[in-house]
């Protein structure tokens, strides 16, 4: 085998950019396991701080990233004027109806939308980061089962063992499955592991090529997930797994494709870009909280004002109207991802 070839990474924005704001968040919750793990031993709960750190200012404030790719660029907004007004209007009509019927059917239907959404997103950076690969159906076959495995097997694991003590939105919104079926499900994610070590030893010894950022998605993935899913179990510990490692790359992706800015404005727009959506989410999360839950009233005083809602009636319009926007956003997540395919994506 020739000197190993590292030149020509398919970054997304260049390295630096993509190694602290689309990689370094899959392992970074990692580091701060391994470096505190006495505190996270003994926290197991999603307290105050890291609600407003992972929840309000990183998993609510992503999803409001995708005004600036679709709502506030004229060019994107004309282009798909058409799906950009009716997706919000359809996703509100299906939502009420749906909680009109049973809180907990609006509820286990987001939560299997944000899995959806969430599993796809790895799927998306990874066709991202082999957008300039020469590939075989085979080679493509394999990329994918293995994105896939690295986050389907958590989320089945879950249903299998962890429905009654982990939830996305709300207790019980994950079904539970027969756990006999999990002996089945881990013997298939340990071979397509191995079998993609062994199609990416060939592929390097016949091309001289090793794509770093793919492979350091797909090793972040898979220890993210496992990690958080698997092999802890407090609440705390995979929230900052699961949210860190999604919402941070999300809000990096979109913001390096939405921003125009010239090199001496990067800090204007970057504060503009935060400043937006953090705003926008606490007044999301100010009226959950006044209107829905009350679970932290201390953050939103000015919100304290207002009724908490309890009619069924009112509740099965208000609540998928304060949820359309992570509806909207995760039915927009599967245009996110599209690329103009250059030639040297076909299949050979």
Not at 20 to 27: Q, R, S, T, V
Not at 36 to 45: L, N
Not at 57 to 75: G, M, N, P, Q
Not at 241 to 246: D, K, Q, S
Request: one cysteine or more.
């Amino acid at each position: 085998m020739k000197n190993l070839s590292l030149s020509f990474q398919p970054w997304l924005s260049n390295r630096r950019n993509d190694l602290l704001f689309i990689l370094a968040p899959l392992f970074l919750p990692i580091f701060f396991l391994l470096l505190f793990p006495s505190y996270f031993r003994s926290t197991s709960e999603v307290t105050t701080f890291w609600w407003v750190v992972l929840v309000l200012s990183i998993d609510v404030a992503h999803v409001y990233s995708t005004l600036f790719r679709f709502y506030w660029e004229k060019e994107t907004f004309e282009k798909n004027k058409g799906r950009l007004i009716w997706i919000p209007i359809m996703s509100l009509i299906g939502g009420v109806i749906l909680h009109f019927i049973g809180a907990m059917a609006f509820w286990r239907t987001l939560a299997y939308l944000a899995v959806f959404h969430f599993v796809r997103q790895q799927y998306g950076f990874l066709r991202l980061y082999t957008r300039k690969e020469l590939k075989t159906k085979f080679r493509v076959t394999i990329d994918n089962l293995v994105i896939y495995n690295a986050t389907l097997y958590p989320m089945l694991y879950w249903h299998f063992y962890r429905s009654k003590d982990l939830h996305w939105f709300v207790e019980g919104d994950l079904i539970s499955l027969p756990s006999q079926l999990g002996f089945i499900c881990t013997w298939t994610y340990w071979i397509i592991i191995v079998i993609y070590v062994f199609t990416e030893i060939y592929h390097i010894r016949r091309t001289n090529k090793f794509n770093i950022p793919k492979n350091l998605l797909i090793v972040g993935t898979y220890l993210s997930w496992h990690l958080g899913i698997i092999t802890f179990k407090g609440d705390l510990i995979f929230t900052m797994l699961n949210v860190i490692a999604h919402g941070v790359p999300y809000m990096a992706l979109v913001y390096f494709r939405s921003s125009k800015s010239k090199i001496d404005t990067v800090w204007k727009s970057t504060l503009l870009f935060i400043g937006t959506i953090i705003t926008l989410s606490y007044f999301e999360e100010g009226l959950w909280d006044s209107l829905i839950w009350r679970d932290h009233e201390e953050l939103f005083s000015i919100f304290n004002s207002l009724p908490q809602v309890s009619n069924h009636w009112m509740l099965s319009v208000l609540v998928p109207l304060l949820a359309l926007p992570q509806i909207t956003h995760y039915i927009l997540d599967g245009f996110i991802w599209r690329i103009s395919k250059p030639k040297e994506l076909n299949y050979k």
